[in-house]
């Protein structure tokens, strides 16, 4: 157990719906991570908050949008949804940023989202 | 940009031999960080082993070990004495020394048999 938590565990909604996925990161942790699985592009980054600032911005949809909460937590929100959505989203959390080696990120279990 | 190639889709080994995962990333940093994480099954991505490239020697845990050329740009991981539970999906992991943002290669699927 990574210490990081993400809600729910499954999704599965239909075409042109909204989705929010949730993420909890461990405990001191200031660092929040998106990252998507799929199986034709493999593992990207979408997105990283630092203490509620978004700090770096990967290969996110413009459909797509995340923030990080006062509590650390953090939401992705996926709207007009299309089949190609469908992936694992992880979320990972890491003590700072631009940290070194040591800092490192850890990962929750993943939403896995299915688009019908 | 970088990129990490990792070009052994598949592998099998069996329960207590040894097995080496190969992986090449293309950068023009001089300094960078490298990690292999897992995906068993459950799906978790577990981190297994960081290298600082910097940092000459190898970094090793446990049955993990890696080998760093910088020069050729190559980080293989090596697994002696495999154990069923090593059965996963392996990512060669690159991380630029200014960002946080990780770049995968496309993953190793092992599998260990007894």
């Known amino acids: 157990d990574s210490g990081v938590t993400q809600t729910p565990k499954h999704l599965i909604t239909a075409t042109g719906q909204r989705v929010t996925l949730r993420c909890s990161p461990r405990s001191g942790d200031l660092s929040v991570y998106w990252y998507q699985q799929s199986l034709d592009q493999g593992l990207q980054f979408l997105i990283q908050?630092?203490?509620?600032?978004?700090?770096a911005k990967g290969n996110i949809l413009e459909r797509f949008s995340a923030q990080q909460f006062p509590d650390l937590h953090s939401e992705l929100n996926l709207s007009s949804l299309e089949l190609g959505d469908s992936a694992l989203y992880f979320c990972a959390s890491s003590v700072a940023y631009t940290g070194g080696p040591t800092d490192t990120q850890y990962f929750g279990p993943g939403t896995r989202l299915t688009v019908l | 940009a970088q990129t990490v190639t990792q070009s052994q889709p598949e592998m099998s080994v069996q329960e207590a031999e040894t097995v080496t995962l190969s992986c090449t990333y293309d950068t023009s940093e001089n300094n960078y960080y490298l990690f292999w994480y897992k995906q068993p099954p459950s799906r978790q991505m577990i981190l297994v082993i960081r290298?600082?490239?910097?940092?000459?020697q190898n970094a090793t845990e446990n049955r993990f070990s890696v080998n760093f050329q910088k020069a050729a740009k190559s980080f293989s991981l090596k697994i002696s004495d495999s154990q069923l539970g090593d059965t996963a999906m392996y990512f060669c992991v690159f991380r630029g020394l200014s960002t946080d943002k990780l770049i995968f290669g496309t993953g190793t699927r092992l599998q260990v048999f007894p």
């Open positions: 290298q600082e490239a910097y940092k000459q």
């Open positions: 908050y630092y203490n509620g600032e978004e700090r």
